[in-house]
């Protein structure tokens, strides 16, 4: 899929992030959803299945990095167009994720032309409702970088 | 699986380590493995099968991250003992990721009574034997924080 | 100066941070000065003098990334007690930072008894009352790791 | 000063180099010295004066980072050509900063045509010869951002 502009209207930008997100396969593999995309900022959770744990019995360092990741390479996309990768990140993990759901909020602080700078909380959610903060990330998304550009 | 020393024999240490990794549900999902692990070093790699990539045909940057993160740990383990946690690391994409195999190389560059730094780097290694860095990554692991001690 | 504990009285509190801050020859240097200094909140700011730029007219980047970290301390060490260091942090320089003072305000997302982690928003203050925000930062601050402890 | 690019011979580029750094008032005040200026490397030094100092006798961790983001902006220059900025930068504190001098060697891990990812050394450097790694940064600098370009 090549998507060379995003579309103004909200339902459409939400579900044409939808379809970015399909298009990843390892992004379905974690059943990772869109629960929000507006310019600067994207919503992002996944189901905290029995596959997704280390040895401690919580989420793998590696799914809340990765949740936190995607977040904040939408939430750039969301400013800069769909043409984005992530350059670089730093996460800080605050406590273990245990519950029912992982869901990472990522907001543009930042967006020039080809650069946006996002930061990004990761919680989790358990069944009763209470959501506990579990990481926090701050990166950088890029236009990708075309020879011929 | 609580382990309270790493044994000293080479032999017994990277067969822990790899115990230690079958251990992580998400680690075996993704099919890692856990290639060198001596003090101050730990490598991982995973195949890069077709439920890793993203929309472009490369691995997902959250399996990049992942690879990192859990190679940085085991680094970190080597030279703290094995109940340790990631604190936190910073990673930069440099080139989409593309091949048979991931590997991750994990290096303690400084390391304390509770903390270690570590540095590493992610290559993607192609059928002809061809090895290209994709990310670099530096962290910091922990002993884990029991409130008893 | 060895401060073993924090007092809980808010003047006491902010006149000790500015003991601690006078101490650091080198933000007496940079005339740097302790705005606010609560449970969990630290602020530091400084007069941009023409000593403190680069070649383009803006505050070095040195001199940003110097009153996030030690914002960032203090932040820590509101939590964690007098004797932390800053082990590590990531910040994006967002916009160049001009104006008349420079200011930093750290506020700790998760605290523990051996590590905080925080998060900086540094911002340019104009004559005209304007502020802009230039940069964004994220660390991790630790209780000294003494031998005998 | 406007530099569109960079000299290929060795002794005009550490030269250029040099003149660049001392438009930075800055670093002026700082007594920076460029050591070393090739493409992809920079080396950028200090002596550790007493004016560099905070409350522990070490020095500020501020002076770290101006000279681990300097270096590494250099460093980034040295690839992309004059121009350029950095987009955000890590950094682990290792250990104390003690000595005569403050030493940082930064290398460029990868360039492209308007982004370098650089990792840096920071070490302290005594009277008898000695060299301690005090901490180690990694960074992403870009070519100028210009609305017209």
Redesign the interface.
């Known amino acids: 899929?090549t998507v060379l502009s995003l579309p103004e209207d909200p339902e459409a930008l939400l579900q044409l992030g939808r379809e970015?997100l399909a298009?990843?396969?390892?992004?379905s593999?974690?059943e990772a959803r869109l629960d929000a995309f507006r310019p600067g900022l994207a919503e992002l959770s996944l189901p905290l299945g029995?596959?997704?744990?280390?040895?401690y019995g919580h989420?793998?360092?590696?799914?809340v990095?990765?949740?936190a990741?995607?977040a904040m390479?939408f939430a750039g996309g969301s400013v800069l167009g769909p043409a984005v990768?992530?350059?670089?990140?730093?996460?800080?993990?605050?406590?273990p994720a245990q519950g029912e759901r992982l869901a990472a909020e990522a907001i543009v602080?930042?967006g020039?032309?080809?650069?946006a700078?996002v930061?990004c909380d990761v919680s989790a959610h358990d069944e009763a409702g209470r959501s506990t903060?579990c990481a926090?990330?701050?990166g950088?998304i890029?236009t990708i970088?075309r020879?011929s550009s």
Chains 1, 2, 3, 4 share one sequence.
């Open positions: 899929m970015l298009a990843q396969v390892f992004s593999l974690l029995p596959h997704l744990l280390q040895q989420a793998h360092g590696g799914v990095s990765y949740l990741d995607n390479t990768t992530t350059v670089g990140f730093s996460i800080n993990y605050l406590r602080v930042s020039g032309r080809r650069l700078v930061r903060l926090v990330a701050q950088t890029a970088d020879p």
